[in-house]
């Protein structure tokens, strides 16, 4: 049972449009959300989260939105760069998860053309 | 800022052999986890652990033991390697209490069984 998806393995984008990266989620005990940026051969970084009393957060480049209602979240790159083609993983929580347990999503792989 | 170092960053084991993958991070965290990463798959989680001495099942436990005798150090069993482990490994911290936290990861350590 996957309870964070995101049903887009690839996107492909050209250099200086805008990304935009899907995550739904079933569990509405989530409460805080995440988005992580991988490279190859390298751990996850943390990008930007946000919890579940806003609808938006935004940070440089980079803006989270949630829809509470949907069991959606997405993650917009403005404008996109070619340093930014990598994996890009979504992650939820819950409050009551023991030990700050994330659930990850399968990710998506950015790739930003030139 | 947050470091989590990881033991070895590539390794090649042969099927059968015991495999110690060790994480050591710096922040004073009392949450720790270990994940695997396989292509379309996402990051799943192994173990985790929230206290020193404290370990619950993730998601896929079988076939690893985990050992948490210090608090900055979390360390990954392969109690007799398979060839169906072959994957990167990822290790991540986090602060403990309660709400949503942000996890932070090492850089990995790619296992080949053989």
């Known amino acids: 049972d996957q309870q964070v998806k995101q049903n887009s393995p690839s996107l492909s984008v050209q250099e200086g449009r805008i990304s935009i990266l899907n995550c739904d989620y079933t569990?509405?005990?989530?409460?805080?959300f995440l988005w992580y940026k991988k490279y190859p051969a390298e751990g996850p970084t943390f990008l930007i989260s946000?919890?579940?009393?806003?609808d938006k957060n935004e940070d440089g480049r980079f803006t989270v939105f949630l829809n509470k209602s949907a069991k959606h979240l997405s993650l917009h790159i403005v404008p996109s760069q070619p340093g930014d083609s990598a994996v890009y993983f979504c992650?939820?929580?819950?409050?009551?998860?023991?030990?700050?347990?994330?659930?990850f999503g399968q990710g998506t792989e950015l790739s930003v053309k030139p | 800022d947050v470091k989590v170092t990881q033991s070895s960053r590539y390794l090649v084991k042969r099927t059968g052999e015991k495999v110690f993958l060790e994480c050591v991070q710096d922040?004073?965290?009392?949450?720790m986890f270990w994940y695997r990463q396989d292509p379309g798959l996402g990051l799943r989680l192994i173990y985790f652990?929230?206290?020193?001495?404290?370990?619950e099942k993730g998601d896929i436990p079988e076939g690893y033991s985990v050992s948490r005798e210090k608090k900055e150090r979390f360390s990954l069993i392969l109690e007799s390697a398979s060839t169906n482990q072959t994957s990167m490994y990822l290790c991540?911290?986090?602060?403990?209490?309660?709400?949503?936290?942000?996890?932070?990861f090492g850089p990995g350590t790619r296992l080949l069984v053989l």
């Open positions: 569990n509405s005990m989530f409460d805080y």
């Open positions: 992650a939820a929580s819950a409050r009551y998860n023991q030990g700050g347990k994330l659930i």
């Open positions: 922040m004073d965290h009392e949450n």
């Open positions: 652990s929230y206290d020193v001495k404290m370990k």
């Open positions: 946000i919890s579940s009393i806003k």
């Open positions: 991540a911290s986090s602060p403990g209490g309660a709400g949503g936290k942000t996890q932070y």
